[in-house]
């Protein structure tokens, strides 16, 4: 038996609030560059680090990369949710629209009731959404069994993501109901939050993973 560690890293605070921020590409704050700074203060050694495209996980992610001296892996399935129409606009005003207003089949309140059945206009499927995260956290795992079972150092890994990303992959882990709003509803992931999680490798090979509070 063998283990690795993967370490869930949400991005800081924005430089502005208040927007449904999918794919639009904003930068962190001051306080949000110390959020990652805080968060990542006290990890072990990093042996391979992931992000986000997007540049609020990008950029600090290539400054601890160079810091550790580390290769970084930039990966567009850890990408943030695309909303399309509703990308980067503000919470109050598409709150205050109905479907009507919004050009849209739905409104922001029917995607967040049933996001499997009402999606984004010209935005993100939550299907797609779901089949490219499954498929980055099946990659993390074979890649941590590949690299647990030919090392005898531990293997930790960063990986900077958003929001959406960490409470899907935390959603598998803990087998909550998918097609589910459970994960989106009971899951709080705030800015700057580090998620432990344990990945225990068999001698078959097969990875089990456990999260650690």
């Keep these: 038996m063998s283990e690795i560690s993967i370490y ?3 991005h800081g605070e924005l430089v502005k609030s208040g927007i449904l921020c999918g794919r639009t590409d904003i930068e962190l704050s ?4 110390q959020q990652l700074i805080d968060a990542t203060s006290k990890l072990p050694i990093i042996s391979h680090c992931f992000s986000s495209p997007l540049i609020r996980c990008q950029v600090f992610a290539q400054q601890f990369c160079q810091q550790q001296q580390i290769p970084l892996q930039v990966i567009e399935q850890l990408a943030e949710m695309n909303f399309g129409d509703w990308d980067g606009e503000d919470y109050q005003t598409l709150w205050q629209q109905n479907a009507k207003l919004a050009g849209a089949i739905h409104s922001l309140g029917d995607f967040w009731q049933n996001p499997w059945q009402c999606s984004p206009p010209n935005g993100e499927t939550m299907t797609d ?3 490219r995260v499954d498929a980055i956290w099946q990659l993390l795992l074979k890649q941590g069994v590949s690299v647990s079972q030919d090392s005898e150092k531990p293997q930790n890994f960063l990986v900077i993501s958003h929001g959406g990303v960490i409470r899907y992959i935390l959603a598998k882990i803990l087998n909550l109901p998918l097609p589910g ?3 989106m509803t009971q899951i709080d992931v705030p800015y700057g939050a580090l998620i432990h999680i344990k990945i225990f490798v068999d001698n078959n090979g097969k990875a089990w ?3 650690m509070l």
């Design 30 to 33: 001051e306080r949000g560059k």
């Design 8 to 10: 869930l890293l949400r």
């Design 209 to 211: 993973p456990k999260l």
């Design 129 to 131: 959404f779901a089949v």
């Design 181 to 183: 709003t459970s994960h």
